[in-house]
DNA sequence: TCAATAGTGTCTGTTAGACATTATGGA
DNA sequence: TCCATAATGTCTAACAGACACTATTGA
């Protein structure tokens, strides 16, 4: 991965009305686009650095919560709220913040993938694989906002809020495997699947593709009354 | 859990020397106690609320990352450097902090248990299964350190950092269970131990105690040359 | 007929937990 | 002798991945 250090963090400008607070709220935001993740970068203000970009970023205004902030900052950038967002934690350490922040607060968020991504002039989505250059603080954040979101995918249902409300059991495998940056097996997937409860088939079936057609599922998750989850064994992941 | 919200924050008392910042380092600390978590808490400033108990906290100085400033609070409350540190989130959401800042890092952090606990005066070990009252900030940070110590666990050798060079398998799962919070299943635990090559038999015994002596361990990682971990399926772990 | 996609059945190796058994010391 | 703890062997159920096979559409 390149990077990028501005020189001179520029100083935070002034503004009137409501009391805005000393830390930012920067903002991984990925989105499906073919088979990989993409991420959303805002062009560096700094007439010199054209190739420069950042991730979208505010700050908290009165009292909102660091959440609500976030919420803002999705939607400022995208035009929409974001299907699931999480905190990813407090960036500091001396690695340069573009818009001078002396402590940062890193959010993961995701959109559904749309035709209006707003990706004409300052907006742009960059491949995870290929981003392009950031400053360091935000480099950092994109690292951990992959990984967070990874860790993430097991226990939350962010495929199922990716995609519409009823979609084919080939494209929420295709999500996952989007989600998670690598192929999963068919039958497992879709045994796993169905041992939690957590679609259910409807009536309508697929009438595009050249294929056989693909029965529509929706996502309806039973709650399981009583069944207790079994615990996990311990797992010697370390090195 | 009982809460606490102190009426008036506290405004942050001037000091000279180094450049203070905005926001506070908070840590939750644990340590073995007997067969559960213990977490240390300083007894509240305020002379009205003698039964009233925040976390060890403090303020970055000069250009100090949010890590070390962390494990300088530990070092202060407890004489001891941290086995095992790491930054679980940042916290604002309009809870109140006892120390007024807008915004608190948490970390949590654990330590081996030791005769010299400073328990003396300000400082207590409680239980985390019945915590003392806390301002609403820090019972988030403690109810989030917990879940950040166990989702750990399986993924850094906090354990083993909190026993002595030597060991008995019993007291590695005494430890594993400590930390988890649940019983684990003695041959599973040392047939998953074996797999994963962490630990070597030395040539000693226990030699106390009234049932058969124990071989004593030590943690002695083999780095698993190309050996590739298979990658995990993915688990629908929702609800 | 062929290509492409959907969906399923069977087999096998691995693993986790239950249970039982042996081993070895102290009281 | 009895008890407590350590350590290990065997069995079974669950599970994940490999593989092959059937099913159904459009070109």
Chains 1, 2 share one sequence.
């Not at 967002?85 to 690695?95: K, M, N, R, T």
């Not at 392009?132 to 199922?160: C, K, N, Q, S, W």
Request: proline share 8%; aromatic share 8%.
């Amino acid at each position: 991965m390149r990077d990028w250090d501005p020189a001179p963090p520029a100083t935070p400008s002034p503004r009137a009305s409501p009391r805005r607070s000393s830390h930012s709220i920067d903002v991984v935001l990925f989105t499906p686009r073919g088979r990989q993740l993409a991420v959303l970068c805002v062009r560096a203000a700094d007439p010199r650095a054209r190739e420069h970009w950042q991730l979208p970023s505010d700050r908290t205004e009165g009292d909102e919560s660091l959440e609500s902030a976030a919420r803002r900052v999705v939607r400022a950038a995208s035009g929409l709220d974001p299907a699931w967002i999480e905190q990813v934690g407090a960036f500091a350490d001396g690695l340069a913040h573009p818009a001078g922040a002396e402590l940062s607060v890193a959010f993961v968020a995701v959109i559904p993938s749309s035709a209006d991504e707003r990706a004409a002039g300052e907006h742009a989505w960059f491949s995870v694989s290929e981003p392009p250059l950031l400053p360091a603080r935000h480099r950092a954040m994109l690292e951990a906002g992959v990984g967070a979101l990874r860790t993430r995918v097991d226990y939350a249902p962010i495929a199922f809020h990716l995609l519409p409300p009823q979609f084919t059991l080939s494209e929420l495998q295709r999500m996952y495997e989007l989600l998670l940056g690598r192929r999963l097996h068919k039958a497992s997937f879709r045994r796993a699947l169905a041992a939690a409860r957590l679609v259910e088939a409807t009536e309508e079936w697929r009438s595009e593709g050249r294929g056989r057609p693909a029965q529509f599922y929706r996502f309806a998750p039973r709650t399981r009354s009583g069944a207790r989850r079994a615990a996990r064994a311990v797992r010697f992941d370390l090195l």
